[in-house]
């Protein structure tokens, strides 16, 4: 295997970019593959920095663009939606002899999570090459997400195993494993003679298929393999039958680095932003871009609006995924969705009704261009209900057509031009009404539920200023693509019975949903998750989070398949994740020149495991106990 390993103190771009061949700046003869996508636009940038003119780009690909592009030249079907997998996984769990947890799945809504458990569980073993008869043995009764009164016998995940991909391979269809693993397997088969140069570069954990695919690329005397020295990378490099002692040094590396410890998340958005404003010339005069790192999302909002709110957006661009689940947009449907819980018949709950009222979104809706109509109306209507303690429920038209109510909502209005009328007033309340709490009364089934959340978003979008909201365009793509998808799902034609089910399913599926901020064109100032941050040398690295159980994630695998099982099968278990969070955490500190790493400190959050390291090693070459030099 043609194998560079090169220390993290080099640019690793600018190293590929000099094993690049071409041909009068022709570089579409190169192939370039890289774990995630972000390295290819830093690629194409140093390509062009070096050339200083046009070109023709290499074709650079992740890995997962990568396989899908060989799996092409293989045979052509359709990959599907992971909403579509737990459908099919339904369709064998209703028709199985002893299905799992008796009478208790039986609804997509309620086998829903489980599915997506099972999903993950046989996406993993059959990108890992194992055999059907080797999990017969896993006894899914370790699994925490089944009651224990309504376990009976529990079916055993290799029947699953067994009619998941022979039925998508019968039906035309995908997932990403079975493409990895058919790639791998017919990797002989694929012609890439067209490409003089094939790199694979920055690579660390590799699955089982990755690894055959691997060591039968490297007999392609084209293919180059390069390495970034890290923490784990000489066991990685075994793994692959490569002669470690020749490649991986025992250098020492001088890391400069400063720790801000604070008692809550706050403060170390607002020292972070101190930091920044304070060297803000220097940071828009370097070359090399700043990274300010964000391991956990939750971080992101904090950081924008008070860390960096003295920066414009065209300062700095994100680059992660952010949960859906954590949106307003959700926060809306959400408020919606309780309120037709509570609801008694007709008669909606007067404290669910006002908090989807006051909702930005909600209490926003123009009302002949101006928003702050709506405002008084509803804030009016609060209000009022607050002195009637006695009064829990109301009907919607009841309160469309009290006069009481309309006109005291009307003595507020500033009108000069005594345009606007109570019947005004009253229609208006009604068209809200109409266009969200009536539409989620009732569902015919999953495919009009979706459509419409569908219909309610674009109303709130079109008549109101959540689109002036910082990240709402965004955000409301992501949902309406993301709604798009159950809309055309497999799953689309299935009713419920009770509506809470609807909302129930609505749930669970968001909280697998991310909204994918891409973070391109460059900027000098890059937010990025943690792993956007792999094969990327900054000049200077702000880190923010860096606590035990984020760095690293330290909760176990979220599986069917009990740890020691998982270690028979040979399967990852959390400890290796925990082994790839540390050599890219390593990577990352090493090939900066200046590292800033803020924490939190509290009765209940600790320092990383990684940090402590570091501050060790320090202790020891400059032989001192106290920290507070760093």
């Given amino acids: 295997?043609?194998?560079?390993?090169?220390?993290?103190?080099?640019?690793?771009?600018?190293?590929?970019?000099?094993?690049?061949?071409?041909?009068?700046?022709?570089?579409?003869?190169?192939?370039?593959?890289?774990?995630?996508?972000?390295?290819?636009?830093?690629?194409?940038?140093?390509?062009?920095?070096?050339?200083?003119?046009?070109?023709?780009?290499?074709?650079?690909?992740?890995?997962?663009?990568?396989?899908?592009?060989?799996?092409?030249?293989?045979?052509?079907?359709?990959?599907?939606k992971t909403i579509d997998a737990v459908a099919i996984l339904y369709d064998i769990h209703k028709k199985a002899l002893e299905p799992i947890g008796g009478d208790y799945f039986q609804s997509p809504d309620s086998f829903f999570p489980l599915g997506l458990k099972i999903y993950r569980d046989l996406e993993e073993?059959?990108?890992?090459?194992?055999?059907?008869?080797?999990?017969?043995?896993?006894?899914?009764?370790?699994?925490?997400?089944?009651?224990?009164?309504?376990?009976?016998?529990?079916?055993?995940l290799s029947f699953f195993y067994d009619n998941f991909y022979r039925l998508i391979s019968e039906q035309g269809l995908s997932t990403r494993s079975f493409r990895y693993r058919e790639v791998s397997e017919n990797i002989d088969s694929i012609d890439l003679s067209k490409y003089n140069r094939l790199i694979f570069a920055g690579f660390f954990a590799l699955t089982t298929s990755e690894k055959i695919l691997f060591?039968?690329?490297?007999?392609?005397?084209?293919?180059?393999?390069?390495?970034?020295?890290?923490?784990?990378?000489?066991?990685?490099?075994?793994?692959?039958?490569?002669?470690?002692?020749n490649f991986v040094s025992n250098k020492k590396y001088d890391i400069n680095f400063n720790l801000y410890s604070s008692p809550d998340s706050h403060g170390q958005v607002y020292c972070l932003g101190k930091i920044i404003k304070e060297n803000l010339n220097n940071v828009f005069n370097e070359n090399s871009p700043v990274a300010i790192v964000l391991p956990s999302s939750e971080i992101l909002f904090p950081l924008i609006r008070q860390g960096l709110s003295f920066l414009n957006e065209e300062n700095y661009n994100i680059s992660l995924g952010y949960p859906l689940e954590r949106t307003p947009i959700f926060g809306f449907l959400n408020n919606l969705m309780e309120l037709i819980n509570s609801m008694d018949e007709n008669r909606v709950y007067i404290p669910n009704y006002l908090k989807f009222a006051l909702h930005p979104y909600t209490k926003n809706i123009y009302f002949n261009g101006r928003s702050e109509i709506t405002r008084i109306m509803f804030h009016t209507i609060e209000e009022l209900f607050s002195k009637e303690s006695n009064i829990s429920f109301i009907e919607l038209t009841g309160l469309e057509e009290n006069e009481n109510i309309l006109r005291e909502i009307y003595k507020r209005i500033v009108?000069?031009?005594?345009?606007?009328?109570?019947?005004?007033?009253?229609?208006?309340?009604?068209?809200?009404?109409?266009?969200t709490i009536n539409k989620f009364v009732n569902f015919q089934n999953i495919n009009d539920f979706a459509k419409k959340c569908s219909d309610i978003l674009i109303y709130i979008f079109n008549n109101s200023t959540a689109k002036l909201h910082p990240l709402f365009y965004p955000f409301s793509e992501s949902f309406l693509r993301e709604l798009d998808i159950i809309e055309k799902s497999m799953l689309g034609n299935f009713s419920f019975t009770e509506i809470s089910s609807y909302f129930g399913f609505f749930k669970k599926y968001i909280m697998t949903a991310y909204n994918p901020?891409?973070?391109?064109?460059?900027?000098?100032?890059?937010?990025?998750?943690?792993?956007?941050?792999?094969?990327?040398?900054?000049?200077?690295?702000?880190?923010?989070d860096a606590n035990e159980e984020i760095i690293p994630d330290t909760r176990k695998d979220d599986t069917?398949?009990?740890?020691?099982?998982?270690?028979?099968?040979?399967?990852?278990?959390?400890?290796?994740?925990?082994?790839?969070?540390?050599?890219?955490?390593?990577?990352?500190?090493k090939s900066a020149e200046e590292v800033h790493i803020f924490f939190v400190e509290n009765d209940k959050k600790e320092k990383s495991r990684f940090v402590e390291k570091l501050i060790w090693e320090k202790q020891k070459k400059g032989k001192v106990i106290d920290i507070k030099n760093y």
Avoid: W
Wanted: proline share 4%; with cysteine.
């Fill in 517 to 544: 901020f891409e973070g391109t064109p460059l900027k000098n100032i890059q937010i990025l998750g943690f792993l956007e941050t792999r094969n990327i040398k900054f000049k200077k690295v702000y880190l923010l």
């Fill in 125 to 156: 073993l059959y990108i890992e090459n194992i055999k059907s008869f080797n999990i017969k043995q896993i006894d899914l009764k370790e699994s925490s997400i089944i009651p224990e009164q309504t376990l009976k016998r529990m079916q055993s």
């Fill in 1 to 80: 295997m043609n194998t560079i390993v090169i220390n993290p103190e080099k640019n690793f771009i600018d190293e590929i970019f000099l094993l690049l061949k071409n041909d009068d700046k022709n570089y579409s003869n190169n192939l370039i593959v890289f774990p995630g996508k972000r390295p290819s636009h830093f690629l194409l940038k140093s390509i062009a920095d070096n050339l200083k003119s046009s070109f023709i780009p290499p074709k650079i690909l992740s890995m997962d663009e990568f396989i899908d592009f060989l799996y092409q030249k293989i045979r052509i079907d359709t990959k599907i």
């Fill in 415 to 435: 009108d000069s031009e005594n345009i606007i009328k109570v019947q005004d007033i009253k229609e208006h309340l009604k068209n809200i009404h109409q266009n």
């Fill in 215 to 245: 060591r039968n690329i490297s007999k392609n005397e084209n293919a180059v393999f390069i390495f970034q020295e890290g923490t784990g990378l000489k066991e990685k490099l075994l793994e692959l039958g490569i002669k470690i002692d």
């Fill in 560 to 589: 069917l398949i009990p740890f020691r099982t998982r270690c028979m099968l040979g399967l990852p278990t959390y400890l290796d994740r925990d082994k790839l969070t540390e050599y890219y955490f390593d990577v990352l500190i």
